[in-house]
């Protein structure tokens, strides 16, 4: 086991705990029993070794499914998985088989937004609704905690990227057999095509899961050079998930990912090659030759209605006075949504309607009766923030935030071997990607908040790791 010596290896109570699940699971229906029998399973495995929890995350966030929009607790696996990785090192941790934890710079901005939340929580009717809001950023920063914890030791680094690499070439290759078999929902099609939404459920959070992901495996290819030299298996997982991600997220027609991953991977591209300027004018030509392409009518009509809806994000107009059509009513339904997050805020500009209460505050503040459905959110995180916890909450993300972003390029400027600089570079390009993405959506959803607080943690480990410190103070 990673981690462990001989004498830390007490395996009687896990063998005794297994019996007892293998005499419960051969006398319950095969679906219960199954079910009990996986998660007994998996709870002995990461109780014996906290660390092999972060892979099975990488694959609970794609395939697990979304939580209730009901009043009930989520229970869904990614968030009992989450619950137990913690539990298992705060184990670790009190028993003394791990000295210390690595909190980081973020660990206390994050305490802040979540009092914040809490206080926000108080003046609520729902409380149980605020509670399920809270706990994703308390999964969020838990992970991350766990994370630069574990992940200092590069065996657990490279076991836990790898299971990012396989999870995200499974998930992307789902979205190719959706895109090409034309399998899924009637308003998934866009002309001739169907937009890709992997085990997500809708294709913008499967956009958005690609653009935080993808990033790792194109910034793993680029610095491990295999062109040059024969690759590890890392690298080779990194050089599949790089082909099938990226194909995948051009079969989302997902927007708002599109210019997610291209501000990400343009961030990495000026700050670390050599031509790096240079690069992103020639990628900014390539974008202005297709909009010329698309004047000229030499694009498919259905990229060129998509390529002219790209603008329509960052307009802000009155809705009310808008009639929606079937050509912009993606556009003006996000605008609504907007401008109700807004109307809650000039009411209640402190602490805002309180943490998850959006959608039941929106019948209130919606624009008009066009738009009565809610949708879970406001399709803006910074609007969303603002209208649930106000101003002080709002504050109190961006300083958490900027701390997420103040720990990326410390573990940047600390990281020395190739690999190392390769997460880091992806992770700030992932991390840039959803800050942008968050502008037109949600991507705390369906597990990607543990998954982003894996992806920070990663650049916390590298940042704390000994041999990195020692080489930069000698």
Excluded at 109 to 137: M, N, Q, Y
Excluded at 183 to 209: D, E, T, V
Excluded at 369 to 382: C, K, M, R, S, T
Aim: glycine share 12%.
């Amino acid at each position: 086991m990673i981690g462990l010596t001989e004498t830390d290896r007490r395996p009687w109570p896990a063998i005794g705990l297994a019996a007892v699940l293998g005499l419960l699971g051969g006398v319950l229906p095969p679906l219960y029993g199954t079910a009990l029998l996986a998660g007994g399973v998996t709870t002995i495995v990461i109780l014996i070794e906290p660390s092999l929890g972060l892979s099975a995350l990488s694959f609970a966030v794609p395939f697990g499914p979304s939580g209730s929009t009901g009043n009930s607790l989520p229970v869904t696996p990614t968030d009992a998985l989450v619950v137990l990785i913690l539990g298992a090192t705060l184990l670790f941790w009190w028993s003394g088989r791990r000295e210390t934890l690595t909190l980081t710079v973020a660990f206390w901005p994050g305490i802040v937004f979540i009092l914040v939340a809490a206080l926000s929580a108080t003046f609520v009717g729902d409380l149980v609704t605020s509670l399920k809001e809270i706990l994703r950023w308390v999964e969020l920063l838990g992970i991350l905690v766990v994370t630069a914890t574990l992940c200092q030791n590069e065996r657990v680094r490279r076991l836990t990227v790898g299971a990012l690499l396989v999870a995200l070439t499974l998930e992307a290759g789902l979205g190719w057999a959706q895109f090409f078999l034309r399998r899924g929902p009637p308003s998934f099609r866009i002309g001739p095509f169907l937009r890709a939404y992997g085990s997500f459920g809708q294709p913008n959070p499967f956009g958005g899961y690609l653009a935080m992901t993808l990033p790792i495996a194109i910034a793993i290819v680029v610095w491990q050079r295999p062109w040059q030299k024969r690759p590890d298996i890392l690298t080779g997982l990194a050089l599949l998930a790089t082909g099938v991600g990226g194909g995948a997220l051009l079969m989302s027609l997902s927007r708002g990912a599109w210019i997610g991953v291209a501000v990400g991977i343009a961030v990495v591209v000026w700050r670390q090659t050599r031509r790096g300027g240079s690069l992103i004018l020639l990628g900014l030509l390539a974008f202005a030759a297709l909009f010329a392409m698309d004047a000229l009518h030499l694009v498919p009509p259905v990229i060129s209605q998509r390529l002219a809806q790209i603008t329509d994000y960052f307009g802000v107009y009155d809705v009310s006075k808008v009639t929606p059509t079937s050509q912009n009513w993606a556009i003006i339904e996000r605008m609504a949504h907007w401008q109700a997050a807004w109307n809650m805020y000039q009411a209640h500009p402190i602490l805002g309607v309180g943490p998850g209460h959006y959608p039941i505050a929106y019948p209130d503040y919606r624009v008009n009766a066009i738009w009565q459905d809610p949708l879970g959110h406001a399709h803006n995180v910074y609007l969303n923030v603002l209208a649930e916890e106000g101003f002080v909450g709002l504050l109190s993300y961006l300083v958490q935030w900027l701390a997420w972003l103040w720990l990326i390029l410390s573990g940047w400027r600390r990281a020395r071997r190739p690999l190392d600089q390769a997460l880091v570079a992806g992770g700030l390009a992932g991390f840039a990607a959803v800050a942008f993405h968050n502008i037109v959506d949600d991507l705390y959803v369906h597990g990607l908040n543990a998954q982003l607080g894996l992806l920070i943690g990663l650049a916390g480990a590298i940042d704390r790791q000994p041999g990195n410190n020692l080489q930069e103070s000698s």
